[in-house]
């Protein structure tokens, strides 16, 4: 699909070995969770996934989309370390604060920096966030449900999928276009990265509209108000333009005279 695209140039996929079973059991050891079953599948398939493609721009190519999940060596925790190689340097956990909102109604609860919740790095974002694997209850045993969130260069959480599946879907869907994960955010992506979504994936940019009313592109002409007999208006004759005062009476002069010398014409007769 990308390659039938106008304009994309040097769709580069990276082939990678399946990991290795100890390898995956390894990690899970090391980090005291079990994997969920789809990841783990995924990885024992292969051991991460990178592809990339271009634009051509004055003849030269521009890298634009990137699509990557990290390979299980890469699978590394966020805020377990300082930010710093320095004894009081602080991290990730120093930033939670209890007043913040928790998840009630329909916004679920958001993960923790600190020892209430694991999260593993699933793709850096090209710098423009993280998408992680967030185990979001560790206390006192590492629950082994999981969910998929975006965390913003501004450190705030954002929700994407509950499952691996449904959060690979979208990355596929989205074709790796830059930023698509501001997609799922309260204030979207930037206006550069919409003018390529309008080019190559117009439909993703009302994501949420698209969800919320499933026949939002319908086209909702009706065709029977458009075409519905309406009553007709009698139409008014245009009277003529009313000549000058002047004009009016030399004409009626010259009716009378006209009248007379036939007059005068016939008695003579």
């Not at 789809?38 to 721009?57: I, P």
């Not at 370390?81 to 913040?100: G, I, V």
């Not at 994501?207 to 026949?215: C, F, G, Q, V, Y």
Request: aromatic share 10%.
């Amino acid at each position: 699909l990308l390659e039938t695209s106008p304009g994309v140039a040097e769709v580069t996929f990276v082939e990678k070995e399946p990991a290795e079973r100890h390898t995956i059991i390894s990690w899970e050891q090391k980090n005291s969770c079990v994997l969920p079953e789809d990841l783990k599948n995924f990885y024992l398939m292969t051991d991460g996934f990178q592809m990339t493609w271009s634009v051509k721009t004055d003849d030269s190519p521009m890298p634009l989309g990137s699509m990557v999940i990290n390979s299980i060596s890469q699978l590394c925790r966020l805020g377990g370390s300082s930010m710093y190689a320095l004894p009081n340097a602080p991290t990730l956990a120093d930033l939670e604060d209890d007043t913040d909102e928790e998840g009630n109604g329909d916004k679920p609860e958001k993960p923790h920096f600190d020892s209430r919740s694991l999260i593993f790095e699933l793709d850096p974002c090209n710098g423009n966030g993280k998408v992680c694997l967030v185990y979001k209850h560790a206390e006192p045993v590492v629950s082994p449900d999981t969910e998929i969130w975006f965390l913003d260069r501004a450190l705030y959480w954002h929700f994407l999928t509950k499952t691996f599946t449904a959060y690979y879907r979208l990355l596929i869907t989205h074709l790796g276009l830059p930023q698509w994960q501001y997609a799922f955010t309260s204030y979207g992506v930037s206006p550069q990265a919409k003018q390529w979504f309008n080019m190559y994936k117009p439909i993703t940019i009302n994501t949420a509209l698209l969800s919320e009313e499933a026949d939002s592109f319908v086209n909702k002409l009706d065709p029977n108000k458009v075409f519905k007999s309406k009553n007709k208006t009698p139409v008014l004759k245009k009277k003529p333009p009313s000549q000058p005062a002047g004009s009016q009476k030399s004409h009626t002069g010259m009716t009378s005279a006209k009248t007379s010398s036939l007059a005068g014409n016939s008695s003579r007769k």
